[in-house]
Every structure is written in C-alpha cells, then in structure tokens.
C-alpha cells in the first residue's frame, strides 16, 4: 500500500475515534490530547493529525484539614460579629426601656439562642460553615466529607462546652490530632476542612479538578479522606 493509500484510510480512522473519545466512559485526559491537536495538509492533499502539547493553566483546587490557628482566627472573626450583635441588641433594650429589668435581663438568654442558632444554622446550610469560617475557606463536614444535618449541628455545638473543660484542653487538641480534630469534633464526628486553590500547568492537566477517574466514569474525590 502506497503512502497516499495509507493517508486515505486516515480520516476513516480518526472519525472512528473522535466517536470513542466523545463517549461518558473516556477520561478527560484522553480527550483532551485530542482536541489538542490540529488538521494539516500532506504531501497526497490529505488532512493529517498533528499532535500540540496543551500547556494552557488549569485552576485545581484540593481540601485539607484546617489547622488550629486558621480555626482560632475564624473563631475571632465569629466572635466579634456575634458581640456586634449583642451589644446592639442590648443597647436597644437599654434605650428602649431603660427601667425594665425584666427585659434587661432576657438580653443574655436571647443573645445566647442567637449564638446557638448561627452556628447551627450556617453549619448544617449548604455554606457549611460560619461567616468567620467562609472568610478563611473552611467548612464543617463530616468524616465523609458530606455535609452535616441541623442535628449533628446542634450536637457539635452542644459539645463545645465538654471541650472548654480542663482549660479549654478540648479546643487544644485540634492543633495534635491527626485530623486536626477538636474535643467536640471527636464526639460529634465532623471535620473541619480547607479549601485551596492553585495552578497547574502541564501537558495534561486534569479537566475536572477534585476528581478522579475509576476506569469506568470520573468520581468525586476529597484527599486525603476515604469513606471508611
């Protein structure tokens, strides 16, 4: 077979495989080599296949374990917002009724529902997390990585003040544990974890960042977790 022949049967080919490469069970890698290359002319007048190394940068993006200070500072963050709000609070009722001590004295047990309620509330929503946590890409999930209902929520929350016994030794441990996990984290089974960001470049970079494919479709991945 002559070399123009050879170049005519080419086309052919390469419809056959552009078919593959379309298909759901095709890594993105695969058919990102084949969009990266481009049709030229032969010496036969034919259209060939050349192959260019993609070198574009892709944003990737990974979750870790928060560490202990990054959790401090996002609970600073949530600790001067609530105090806005309690001193606002307070300051109302103080103008307002300046002589009812009745009312006076109900700012600390609706100042206290509505701490309760932010933290339950942001952390079981699809934000998973507070405001202060947002700010510094952290998230409160559970040992899987999914999110956590408004009961486990309430119970982390509620075990907050198991952690702050022994001077706060609870709190302490998220800086130690393998998994950067608080007292309350431990008995609650939820993590606290952070999302970075960061460039790829490369011949090949992953098309679909956080995920993995298992030979037959791409699966969501959160390293270094695993569903036990």
């Not at 374990?65 to 600073?76: C, H, K, S, T, V």
């Not at 600390?108 to 942001?122: E, M, T």
């Not at 998220?174 to 089974?189: I, S, V, Y």
Request: proline residues 6%; hydrophobic residues 45%.
């Amino acid at each position: 077979m002559s070399s123009c022949s050879r170049h005519r049967v080419l086309p052919k080919v390469l419809e056959n495989l552009n078919q593959v490469v379309g298909s759901d069970r095709t890594p993105a890698s695969a058919v990102a080599s084949v969009r990266s290359r481009r049709w030229s002319e032969n010496s036969c007048g034919l259209s060939e296949v050349v192959t260019q190394p993609s070198n574009l940068p892709l944003v990737k993006s990974a979750l870790g374990y928060a560490a202990f200070w990054r959790r401090l500072l996002a609970y600073l963050i949530d600790t001067t917002l609530l105090l806005g709000v309690y001193i606002s609070i307070f300051t109302a009722v103080r103008l307002l009724a300046p002589d009812d001590f009745n009312a006076l004295a109900n700012v600390a047990p609706v100042c206290g529902a509505i701490g309760w309620a932010y933290y339950a509330v942001f952390e079981s929503s699809p934000a998973r997390g507070t405001l202060g946590k947002l700010a510094l890409g952290l998230s409160v999930t559970d040992v899987h990585g999914d999110s956590i209902s408004f009961w486990r929520a309430v119970l982390r929350n509620a075990l907050k003040s198991v952690s702050s016994l022994l001077l706060g030794m609870g709190w302490l441990m998220a800086a130690f544990t393998p998994r950067k996990q608080a007292l309350h984290d431990l008995l609650a089974g939820t993590l606290v974890l952070r999302k970075t960001s960061y460039f790829v470049i490369g011949p090949e970079v992953p098309t679909e960042p956080g995920e993995h494919w298992d030979g037959t479709r791409w699966v969501a991945s959160v390293p270094p977790l695993g569903r036990s």
